[in-house]
């Protein structure tokens, strides 16, 4: 008698079992980025006595996005990105949608240049990520603008811009750092 062609040899594959603190750990490192967003959104938008704090928190946010979209998008999910902008929209007092719509843009452009990007010199990737915070700023102030149905001053505007243009430096230091971490932990 012939064996079946169709049928496969029972071949079993003996794979070990995670503990649950594997799995919980692993699940930490890709929630890490969403994560630190949500903590940044909550503790400067609090009234907290230091100048300048409600500035800085959309630009931490916006290269925080844009880092972790391109060096690791799972860590930085798309659907993550919309309900991190819907809550600084909630927590800012800002039309409902805007930063969703603007932090997705961001993600986006992440996405989209992800393997150019991670062949680039750092000063050319901050480049780009200048270009993109310019454009995520005016793109907020014309549509803040439109909502109000007048012009807005735009030094504000560009303050953020610069703003974030700044913070992406020591943000992609530290956050390079803990990818390096991460890395060496998963290898173990």
């Keep these: 008698m012939m064996?079946?062609?169709?049928?496969?040899?029972?071949?079993?594959?003996?794979?070990?079992?995670?503990?649950?603190?594997?799995?919980?750990?692993?699940?930490?490192?890709?929630?890490?980025?969403?994560?630190?967003?949500?903590?940044v959104i909550i503790l400067f938008s609090a009234p907290l006595p230091l100048p300048g704090i409600a500035e800085l928190m959309p630009a931490i946010v916006m290269a925080t996005v844009f880092f972790w979209s391109f060096w690791r998008p799972n860590g930085m999910p798309s659907l993550a990105v919309f309900f991190l902008g819907l809550f600084m929209d909630l927590v800012g007092f800002t039309p409902l949608g805007v930063s969703a719509f603007i932090l997705l843009l961001v993600h986006g452009v992440g996405l989209y240049a992800r393997f150019g990007l991670m062949r680039m010199h750092f000063l050319l990737a901050w480049g780009v990520f200048a270009l993109v915070a310019l454009g995520a700023c005016l793109l907020q102030w014309g549509l803040a603008c439109l909502f109000r149905l007048h012009m807005l001053d735009l030094p504000p505007t560009l303050f953020e811009a610069f703003l974030s243009i700044g913070a992406y430096p020591p943000l992609s230091a530290l956050f390079s750092w803990l990818l390096h971490r991460l890395d060496g932990k998963e290898q173990d």
């Design 3 to 39: 064996p079946d062609p169709s049928m496969r040899a029972w071949e079993p594959e003996i794979q070990p079992r995670q503990t649950l603190s594997h799995r919980l750990e692993h699940g930490a490192r890709h929630l890490l980025p969403s994560l630190f967003c949500m903590l």
